[in-house]
């Protein structure tokens, strides 16, 4: 199996700490508070996009809101072969990154 | 006011809309919902503006999404109606290819005619100045006295600069060893390249023809004289009427573009003739017209004005009060626009005929239009189900109409493919109908290339999308029953279409017939000379001229050789005219006539075979050193002179009697009237020798004659005409047009049954059943045939009887342009329109023979 790319995994990620209340703009705010930086709406539809073809995540409609204009939600929630996935690439890293010191990378 | 706010708070409207519209489909909804929310925040943290600008962001950065989406999606699309397309072609082969061919064949003959007229619109308009550029021309003629164009420049502030030249020769070229001949040589003034934009690679272009004896060559004759070497300052030999001479080489220009009216290979100095020993300052007076004025109009000046100030200034140069019939011309109208002037540089064509062309292309392009057209809506009916399951389906009208405008631009494509292949190996023979004096190339100018190539898309466009909403807009319900909805009124209009299209055939029938009949007329009339087995040959040679009677004895002496003659011009174009003066004791101030002249020898009237009425022809013991004049009958009817021989007669200060009477003959085309003639005995002073042979071993012959040329020529190379060619050679323009009838006739008419072919086939398929119940109800074999084909027989019946009167209305107006012409007789329309029923009869029949004899027990079983 391929591996995910890391915005894929970032996304999945923070799709999966959001629970019930993954959709766009929510997911947006998170990763501006967890990474620090503004992604732009275009990256993460492309990641959100990719990750529901390879059917790591699913999508579902969530109830509207007046701030949607009267809009539905678009929810997203991690399957479980997302979860397989995650659980793959965190392995990878730990053993990628094992036996490395912090040292070495100064 | 709470309530304003939060409607304020939406993005607007506008941009939400456009948004919209970059997204996909699927995901408009769920993304314009995290962007509305997200412009809320954004409002509420940094206000409207900036919000507004964050929003048009999103847009912005949406765009190149929206567009590969676009793409794939059309793509996708394409491919679709493309795979429909090819089903559709090759499950009817028979109709594609009626179809292709067709078309293929229509656009193929309008790629042709419209780049030949694109090439004779395009005449001059290469000169920078092109359109401030004109021409000076008197009295019917395209020359000029040589003084007018320095007195233009100097009395006229209108005139910026103004330039003349002249040449109709062909010189013997030495350069050192070696020798040229067939160069067009040219005299002209330093003021040539001022006026013209014609480049000098090398020269300076305002010096290089100012002293005599210089001369610019085109870079191609330059290459040809000199190969590598460079030509600047080399000295070439000139082989004239005055001996030898020497010129060196001034400038090289860029060669002359093809459509130049204005040809030429090597240009002299004017000024060296006036060097010349036998310079004759009366030649280059007012009095003698032989070169051509040309002048650039200072912007902004009117040349109506500047020509209503020509009598008087004439008047102030030569003292002379009398009509000066002097006027302008624009360089860009004289190639097609002035064939009523005689004497041009180079040969004109006539606007007359480039817009017969252009309409013929346009018809059989419309021939081709309609047979598509035709063809698509009778086929139509067969794909109602298609059209009807479709529309059940869920396809909408522009679906539709956009499935069938692919189908026939698929089948343009085709058609334009092929007929780019056409036209690539039928040119050669286009050129030969259009008998150009330069053959034109298929790919002569791309932009136009390109540009008809358009033209063919939008035609397919066009014919396919009458059928593309014809078929689009039917109704399902109706359609899926089967029954064609709607059918009286469209079959009634591709009965119209081909009934103009075949009345349209019947006219160029009508019109080939008449003028090849014309033309037989002209080359079989009695013209009142004979034109067959004699040779022209002009002659260049200043050696051959001196020694003429040494020349003609010489030639005499070969077997094959029964006359010869040497004369200023020959009878079919005798066109110069001079005023020639007599006794009027009635009337003394009325004593000339102006008569067309020729200087001809004591052998003129004989080899001719011209008949003399009254008096005798010149003979050498009697008229030899004194002047004597042959007149035509029309002379002596003109005067009214019973007995005309032995009156006195006197011509450019020569006094000299009539000694006989000649039959009128034709002394120019069949346009013009005979007129008055007097033939002039002048033995020593003509240029162009004829010679009567034999009608067998012409070859031999031919070949004695180059021997004894070669013997007393100055290097010239012998070369010759057949008068029989020079004679077709006036009709050029009407042979051409005739040629060019008959072909587009025969591929109109070809057209037509292609159509017709094509909608009796349908016919016959469509009524399979109703001829088999037909025939087992006891029809029998002709009857059915009589029925499946009299519908379209009608037809060709009703276009003959449109095309009568207006082919009628065309041909005699053509006609009127011939004083000696034939009348218009019935046979010519009833020929056409008997012929037009034959050839559709044929076409239908060979389909309604074949159904009509079909098995009726296959056909019923069919369904």
Same mark, same amino acid.
């Given at each position: 199996m391929k591996l995910l790319s890391r915005s894929e995994e970032i996304v999945l990620i923070t799709i999966l700490k959001l629970q019930d209340d993954a959709y766009g703009v929510a997911i947006r705010k998170k990763l501006h508070a967890e990474t620090g930086t503004l992604w732009s709406f275009g990256s993460i539809y492309t990641a959100l996009n990719t990750l529901t073809q390879k059917g790591f995540v699913k999508k579902s409609r969530g109830e509207p809101t007046a701030e949607r204009g009267g809009r539905h939600k678009c929810l997203y929630a991690v399957s479980p072969g997302g979860k397989k996935a995650l659980k793959k690439i965190k392995k990878v890293h730990e053993k990628v990154w094992s036996g490395l010191s912090d040292i070495a990378l100064d | 006011m709470k309530k304003r706010r939060s409607e304020n708070r939406k993005p607007a409207r506008v941009l939400e809309w456009i948004l919209a519209r970059f997204l996909r489909e699927d995901e408009a909804y769920e993304k314009l919902g995290d962007f509305e929310e997200a412009y809320r925040e954004f409002l509420a943290d940094r206000g409207p503006l900036s919000a507004a600008g964050w929003y048009l962001v999103q847009i912005v950065r949406a765009v190149p999404a929206f567009a590969s989406n676009f793409y794939f999606g059309s793509i996708t699309m394409f491919k679709n109606y493309f795979t429909a397309a090819v089903r559709n072609l090759t499950r009817k082969k028979t109709y594609s290819v009626l179809n292709i061919l067709g078309l293929a064949v229509g656009i193929a003959a309008f790629l042709m005619i419209s780049i030949y007229v694109s090439f004779e619109l395009s005449y001059d308009r290469f000169h920078e100045n092109a359109e401030r550029i004109f021409t000076v021309v008197s009295g019917g003629q395209a020359v000029t006295p040589v003084p007018l164009a320095p007195a233009l420049m100097q009395e006229f502030p209108e005139v910026e600069v103004a330039t003349r030249f002249q040449g109709l020769g062909q010189y013997l070229i030495r350069y050192k060893e070696k020798t040229f001949f067939g160069d067009r040589w040219i005299w002209a003034d330093e003021h040539f390249f001022d006026v013209f934009t014609f480049p000098l690679v090398s020269g300076d272009e305002h010096k290089a023809l100012k002293n005599p004896n210089s001369v610019v060559l085109t870079e191609a004759t330059a290459q040809k004289y000199f %190969?590598?070497? *460079?030509?600047?300052g080399k000295v070439i030999q000139w082989g004239g009427s005055d001996g030898e001479r020497d010129f060196i080489v001034t400038g090289v220009m860029r060669d002359i573009p093809d *459509?130049?009216?204005?040809? %030429?290979?090597i240009f002299a100095s004017f000024k060296t003739q006036t060097t010349f020993p036998s310079y004759d300052p009366e030649n280059f007076g007012w009095g003698n017209y032989w070169c051509h004025t040309f002048f650039l109009l200072r912007e902004g000046s009117n040349p109506q004005d500047l020509q209503g100030k020509y009598s008087e200034f004439l008047e102030g140069q030569t003292g002379q009060k009398r009509n000066w019939d002097y006027s302008n011309k624009r360089l860009t109208d004289l190639h097609l626009r002035s064939v009523d002037l005689i004497f041009h540089a180079s040969p004109v064509s006539d606007v007359r005929y480039i817009a017969i062309f252009s309409a013929i292309a346009l018809i059989i392009l419309l021939i081709a239009g309609v047979n598509y057209v035709n063809l698509t809506t009778a086929l139509a009916s067969r794909r109602f189900q298609e059209v009807g399951i479709r529309k059940v389906v869920g396809a909408q009208r522009v679906q539709l109409v956009r499935q069938f405008l692919g189908e026939s631009l698929l089948l343009t494509f085709l058609a334009l493919a092929a007929a780019i292949v056409l036209a690539y190996f039928l040119i050669p023979v286009f050129n030969n109908i259009i008998q150009s004096d330069q053959p034109i190339g298929l790919f002569r100018d791309l932009k136009l290339f390109a540009a008809l190539l358009l033209a063919g898309l939008i035609l397919g466009v066009l014919s396919g999308a009458y059928p593309a909403v014809f078929m689009a807009g039917f109704a399902p319900s109706g359609i899926i029953k089967s029954a064609s909805p709607a059918k009286s009124k469209k079959a009634r209009l591709r009965n119209l279409l081909v009934i103009a299209q075949f009345a349209i055939s019947i006219f160029l029938i009508i019109s080939t017939l008449v003028a090849s009949g014309q033309l037989h007329f002209i080359r079989n009339k009695?013209? %009142?000379?004979t034109k067959d087995h004699i040779l022209v040959v002009t002659l260049w040679d200043t050696n051959i001229r001196e020694n003429l009677y040494a020349v003609k004895q010489e030639i005499l002496k070969n077997p094959g050789v029964s006359r010869v003659s040497v004369s200023t011009t020959i009878p079919m174009k005798i066109d110069w005219h001079n005023s020639f003066y007599y006794r009027n004791e009635e009337d003394p101030e009325n004593n000339h006539i102006n008569s067309h002249y020729a200087r001809v020898d004591y052998d003129f009237v004989d080899l001719f075979e011209m008949e003399i009425v009254k008096g005798r022809n010149f003979r050498k013991e009697i008229d030899e050193g004194r002047a004597a004049f042959i007149i035509n009958e029309f002379i002596a009817r003109k005067l009214g002179w019973e007995d005309p021989v032995g009156r006195a007669f006197h011509n450019q200060g020569r006094t000299g009697t009539i000694v006989g009477v000649v039959k009128d003959f034709h002394n120019e085309n069949m346009h013009i009237p005979i007129g008055e003639v007097t033939l002039v005995l002048a033995p020593d002073q003509g240029w162009l020798m004829s010679v009567k042979i034999e009608s067998e071993n012409i070859p031999r012959t031919l070949a004695a004659i180059e021997k004894v040329w070669n013997e007393f020529s100055g290097g010239y190379p012998f070369s010759y005409e057949f008068m029989d060619d020079r004679y077709d050679q006036m009709y050029k323009s009407e042979i051409r047009l005739g040629k060019a009838f008959n072909y587009f006739a025969v591929l109109a008419v070809f057209l037509c049954c292609l159509g017709l072919f094509g909608l009796a086939s349908f016919r016959v398929e469509q009524g399979t059943k109703e001829i088999a119940i037909r025939k087992v109800m006891g029809a029998s074999v002709p009857e059915l045939v009589r029925m499946l084909s009299w519908q379209f027989i009608k037809w060709v019946f009703i276009a003959n009887l449109l095309a009568w009167p207006v082919a009628y209305y065309f041909i005699n107006a053509w006609l009127q342009s011939f004083v000696y012409r034939i009348g218009i007789g019935w046979i010519f329309f009833l020929t056409a329109g008997v012929s037009a029923a034959a050839i559709a009869f044929l076409t239908v029949i060979a389909r309604t023979v074949k159904a009509a004899l079909a098995n009726p027990a296959d056909s019923l079983r069919y369904e």
């Open positions: - | %190969g590598s070497e *460079n030509p600047m *459509n130049s009216h204005i040809k %030429g290979d009695k013209l %009142g000379f």
